[in-house]
T-cell receptor, first 113, second 116 residues
Framework: QKEVEQNSGPLSVPEGAIASLNCTYS??????FFWYRQYSGKSPELIMF????GDKEDGRFTAQLNKASQYVSLLIRDSQPSDSATYLC?????????????FGTGTRLQVFP | EAGVAQSPRYKIIEKRQSVAFWCNPI?????LYWYQQILGQGPKLLIQ????????DSQLPKDRFSAERLKGVDSTLKIQPAKLEDSAVYLC??????????????FGPGTRLTVL
């Protein structure tokens, strides 16, 4: 089982709709979860992080965490064509010397006008 | 605040040649990371420095890859000799503290390496 799993997509949604991106992880010791956006040919850019169970909202973005189900999601409301990118889920995994981030393969989102 | 700087942005070499990448982290960030991102995959951690010491290099192919972070600031990642499968984007990231689950990593623009 991969440590962090995402559906590679593409996920296609019309402009103005809600895009829902999902991620599951395997390490129950993980305490923090990050969503990065990566435009084609660019480097990952942090969108949000979440530590506690429940929802965290930031503008049009909402991160949801359910530690019991080992599931984290990102909702994008009022999707815009400029949101078209790959969304990487990253999970903090405790290690012997230090924690490290494990990334999923990313979900490609396409928002069409 | 200036972001993470990397150079070069692009590099094309032939297999068995050597190559080096440079990274300058965000000022004041103690932790520096090198990631490899192969097309269609997420970034994979190669090595993590806390100040100028290595805290994780478990996924670094040490027979051909080496990295150093002198004086706890800039870092260099070297590949010698390069193989075709090393073609990827090499991302440098930095964070304030490292090793804490609340720490946030910020990425540089990356170096796209093509090995022919």
């Amino acid at each position: 089982q991969k440590e962090v799993e995402q559906n590679s997509g593409p996920l296609s949604v019309p402009e103005g709709a809600i895009a829902s991106l999902n991620c599951t992880y395997s390490d129950r010791g993980s305490q923090s979860f990050f969503w990065y956006r990566q435009y084609s040919g660019k480097s990952p850019e942090l969108i949000m992080f979440i530590y506690s169970n429940g929802d965290k909202e930031d503008g049009r973005f909402t991160a949801q965490l359910n530690k019991a189900s080992q599931y984290v999601s990102l909702l994008i409301r009022d999707s815009q064509p400029s949101d078209s990118a790959t969304y990487l889920c990253a999970v903090n995994v405790p290690g012997y010397n230090t924690d490290k981030l494990i990334f999923g393969t990313g979900t490609r989102l396409q928002v069409f006008p | 605040e200036a972001g993470v700087a990397q150079s070069p942005r692009y590099k094309i070499i032939e297999k068995r040649q050597s190559v080096a990448f440079w990274c300058n982290p965000i000022s004041g960030h103690a932790t520096l990371y090198w990631y490899q991102q192969i097309l269609g995959q997420g970034p994979k951690l190669l090595i993590q420095f806390q100040n100028n010491g290595v805290v994780d290099d478990s996924q670094l192919p040490k027979d051909r890859f080496s990295a150093e972070r002198l004086k706890g600031v800039d870092s260099t990642l070297k590949i010698q000799p390069a193989k075709l499968e090393d073609s990827a984007v090499y991302l440098c990231a930095s964070s304030k503290a490292g090793g804490l689950h609340t720490d946030t990593q910020y990425f540089g623009p990356g170096t796209r390496l093509t090995v022919l």
